[in-house]
């Protein structure tokens, strides 16, 4: 332990290599290693690898492009389709490293890639396959390049920052903060303004449209399939107001940045709304513009509607930075040394046996089993067997079809399926437009319906299924476990004369709200 702190004292860049490439090793053996399957949004993108494209339907291309990589040399299986998440959190660790290394110093670097990587959020995403796991690599990458290009404003700068930022484009639209974050750091900062105002400026937006070009070339030519799911995913079309919902706001975002290192970050936040100016560089008032955005914007979307815990995920890797900045002068202070340097070691502790247990859990699910903990593995067990069992049926009773009405089993059931004599999987619409990519690329259609198993996971959707068959007879229940306390369950039914009901308003009236069991 002491050659350990005597390294990181000395030599703060080697150990920064050290550490990354140690917890990247870990986690590609701990994807590797798990016998939890993909789930269907990990599905869902294997399938948009099998036909490269620059857009589908629900996100931008880079993820199944990543994916397509991946599993031309591995194969097509589990860890392969997982294999580059680990790797490319790794990457955004470095370019975290190296921003913390030019902005300050390569103590703080170090530390910007140590909070990182130990941030119980990238512990879970790096075992799984996300549009997190690409898109925070380049957005990371584009800080860098940013402030490269702030304090250097040449063209090679310009490119990368411009490719870096269409890169992040291509991983999520949530990478739209970028441009927010760049032009308030330009407000603020008069180097960043005068490199953005500059000849240069103007070549790095045009590196990142013509990066994201094709993106919008694929979106004009599909009806703008891509950006119309992004705005549909939103929810804003269901605003309320509830400023309770900070409440549940704050504690996802500490679930995702760690519980102390985020109360550190909002007792940073406090202090620069205070005016103690020696709390407040440009250094640190540039960074904070590429955090506060997606913050205060996805918690105003929590308030008037819902957020998931990871849409604001964009904040942290500036947060990394700016985390170690502060903590790394309260050490240099005799007042705050006593304070806040036990406070951040046990944060990063903290987050560290935090994604200990995760990784332990993840490599051995059995022990959740035991410690009533498997309800957060639900969406990757199971499909197989379901896949097994509804094939099975659908051969017993002579479909000629599997229908379902779940965009998750459709997923399951296409990748678990893709190596077996399965029978054609379809999905039922129940509006009077897709709306997913299961439902796009799997609706049945007319002269399928010969004799079709239906498995109807959503009683909602069973009165108004009824109406789009001919004949339709209930033949049971499918249960399939998922751990001691949880189950995926499906109501059976065999089918015929597929005949879909128009979706008029007095129809949707009729069947709002109506639940079969």
Request: hydrophobic share 50%; aromatic share 10%; charged share 15%.
């Amino acid at each position: 332990m002491n050659a350990l702190n005597d390294l990181w004292r000395r030599n703060p860049s080697a150990c920064a290599a050290l550490m990354i490439a140690a917890v990247v090793l870990v986690r590609i053996a701990v994807v590797v290693a798990t016998p939890l399957e993909i789930g269907p949004d990990e599905a869902q993108y294997w399938r948009w690898s099998r036909t490269l494209d620059f857009g589908y339907y629900s996100k931008p291309p880079l993820i199944a492009w990543v994916i397509a990589a991946s599993t031309a040399v591995f194969g097509d299986g589990e860890w392969a389709i997982r294999f580059f998440s680990p790797v490319l959190h790794g990457v955004a660790a470095f370019f975290l490293f190296l921003l913390g290394q030019k902005a300050f110093d390569s103590r703080i670097g170090a530390w910007s890639a140590a909070i990182y990587l130990l941030m119980p959020g990238i512990w879970l995403s790096s075992t799984i396959m996300s549009t997190d796991a690409v898109l925070l690599p380049a957005w990371a990458a584009a800080l860098y390049f940013l402030w490269r290009f702030r304090d250097e404003p040449t063209l090679v700068n310009a490119i990368l920052g411009g490719v870096a930022i269409g890169l992040a484009m291509l991983g999520k639209y949530a990478a739209l903060y970028l441009y927010a974050g760049a032009g308030l750091a330009a407000l603020i900062d008069k180097d960043m303004r005068k490199a953005v105002l500059s000849p240069a400026g103007g070549v790095l937006v045009i590196a990142s449209l013509v990066t994201l070009g094709p993106n919008i070339l694929w979106n004009f030519a599909n009806n703008f399939a891509t950006v119309s799911h992004t705005a549909d995913n939103a929810n804003l079309g269901e605003a309320g107001f509830n400023p309770l919902h900070v409440f549940g706001y704050i504690s996802d975002q500490a679930a995702v940045f760690g519980p102390i290192t985020l109360l550190l970050l909002l007792a940073g936040f406090g202090l620069v709304a205070g005016r103690k100016d020696k709390w407040t560089t440009t250094r640190e008032m540039w960074l904070l513009c590429f955090i506060l955005p997606p913050l205060l914007v996805i918690m105003g979307q929590e308030i008037m509607s819902r957020a998931h815990a990871n849409w604001a995920a964009t904040a942290y890797p500036a947060a990394c930075v700016l985390l170690a900045a502060w903590i790394d002068r309260a050490f240099g202070s005799e007042t705050s040394r006593v304070k806040i340097g036990p406070i951040l070691k046990g944060g990063l502790a903290l987050n560290a046996v935090i994604g200990l247990i995760f990784t332990v859990l993840w490599v051995a699910p059995s022990l959740a089993d035991s410690m009533r903990a498997s309800n957060g593995m639900k969406a990757v067990r199971g499909w197989a067997e379901t896949v097994a069992e509804l094939n099975s049926k659908a051969k017993e009773i002579g479909a000629t079809a599997i229908l379902v009405d779940d965009r998750e089993l459709w997923h399951g059931m296409d990748y678990y399926g893709r190596n077996t004599d399965i029978k054609p999987v379809r999905t039922w619409l129940r509006g009077d437009h897709a709306r997913s990519h299961a439902e796009e690329a799997g609706a049945i259609q007319p002269g399928e319906d010969a004799r079709i198993l239906i498995a109807s996971g959503a009683g909602g959707n069973r009165p108004m299924i009824r109406q789009d068959f001919t004949t339709i007879e209930e033949i049971g229940y499918l249960s399939i476990p998922l751990g001691p306390t949880r189950e995926r369950k499906f109501k059976l039914y065999v089918a015929s004369g597929y005949h879909r009901t128009p979706r008029t308003p007095e129809f949707e009236a009729k069947y709002h709200n109506v639940i079969e069991d």
